[in-house]
């Protein structure tokens, strides 16, 4: 048997004559640069959000460009954030000429541990990006607390966690800003490129929006340096057929990771759902210290695996500027050297699950 680690066909299959009508409708409207379909998503993803604006860009990493440079990130301001993550997270911060300040995670959750913030804090500290990593909320209570004791802006990298919630709130709209990816692999995920900035604060509304056309807020009138980054009119389309199955496609996700915690939870360390937390399993991501070997097994027998991340951040070369060294980061190392994320996605047959399970439980009787 072969299970795939991620697909789309199957969705894609269901949803054929949608995506074939919403294409022909763009075409035909001739309106592929801001077209009426990208203020209809905006307006449909700021309401399954419970958020006032919500301004659609090129992906998710301009989102978060986007979004620092909206609260006025500045060179040589600092951003905290966490060393596991992917690394647009961190990359964006740099490439502002800011530099990105890594504070450890907490090895239950994957995210960054808000008792670790404080002492990182320095007179040059603007912001702090928790990221929802796997699709699990980090914990912004105390991260807002601090932030509002040090007067910093909170961005969520909510890339992988539409949908998902924190004590009923949905992620991305409790900070200052959010931002998404609708990356094809994400959970909410478009045909090609895509993203998101949510905020309710109409004064970084009206940035945002002037900066995903080159700062103008009007035509060939520029109030800031900007990017050129809007959510592609058919990718609009794409995802207003997608959407409302979001919340769907999410709950489908938590029954397979229910069904793995269920099954591998005396074999491995499987993830753990924190109290006040809807996780959507964006990864469903296990832990073991024969990580290599049991990945090579599964994939011997057909089962797709993938390692997110294998190298923390603060070991990249890319930010070896930093200084930062091995040993910086405990908690986040030994993460990036046991985590397996496993099949996980709506469309997961019974059959691929009890495979998946039967094959963990095979490599560990050996
Ligand atoms: C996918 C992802 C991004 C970047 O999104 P793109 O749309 O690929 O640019 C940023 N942060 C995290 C945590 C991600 O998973």
Excluded: C
């Excluded at 808000?114 to 990006?129: D, F, G, V």
């Excluded at 060294?325 to 699950?353: H, I, N, W, Y």
Aim: cysteine-free; aromatic content about 10%.
């Amino acid at each position: 048997m072969n299970v795939p680690l991620f697909t789309l066909n199957r969705q894609h299959e269901k949803l054929m004559d949608e995506l074939m009508k919403a294409t022909l409708e763009v075409i035909k409207s001739g309106k592929f640069i801001l077209g009426p379909q990208v203020s209809e998503f905006e307006e449909k993803v700021a309401d399954y959000l419970g958020v006032k604006y919500a301004v659609g860009v090129g992906n998710g990493t301009d989102a978060i460009s986007i979004a620092l440079s909206a609260i006025g990130i500045n060179p040589g301001d600092e951003v905290i954030t966490t060393p596991f993550t992917f690394v647009a997270t961190a990359e964006t911060i740099a490439m502002l000429g800011a530099k990105p300040v890594f504070v450890d995670i907490d090895p239950d959750t994957f995210n960054i541990n808000p008792e670790l913030i404080e002492e990182r804090i320095t007179e040059k500290t603007r912001a702090i990006i928790p990221v929802h990593l796997y699709g699990q909320a980090a914990e912004m209570d105390r991260i807002l607390e601090i932030a509002k004791k040090y007067d910093l802006f909170v961005i969520e990298d909510t890339a992988q966690g539409i949908g998902a919630t924190y004590r009923g709130r949905k992620l991305g709209t409790i900070g200052d800003v959010g931002t998404f990816s609708f990356f094809p692999t994400k959970n909410l995920g478009a045909l090609g490129d895509g993203g998101l900035v949510v905020t309710n604060n109409e004064e970084i509304f009206k940035k945002v929006k002037s900066l995903r056309v080159h700062g103008s807020p009007r035509k060939y009138y520029h109030e800031y340096l900007g990017y050129n980054s809007r959510l592609d009119t058919l990718q609009a389309a794409y995802l207003i057929v997608k959407l409302p199955h979001t919340d769907e496609w999410n709950r489908k996700r938590r029954e397979i990771a229910d069904f793995y915690n269920e099954n591998l939870k005396d074999v491995v360390r499987v993830p753990r759902e924190k109290e006040g937390n809807y996780h959507i399993y964006h990864q469903y991501s296990i832990r073991t210290e024969k990580r290599d070997e049991l990945r090579n097994f599964l994939n011997e027998r057909g089962i797709g695996t993938a390692i997110h991340y294998p190298i923390p951040l603060h070991l990249q070369p890319a930010f070896s500027y930093l200084g930062y060294k091995e040993g910086d980061f405990p908690e986040a190392e030994k993460a990036a050297r046991e985590v397996l994320s496993l099949p996980v996605f709506p469309e997961l047959t019974e059959d691929e699950k009890n495979y998946v399970v039967e094959k963990i439980k095979e490599f560990f009787r050996r």
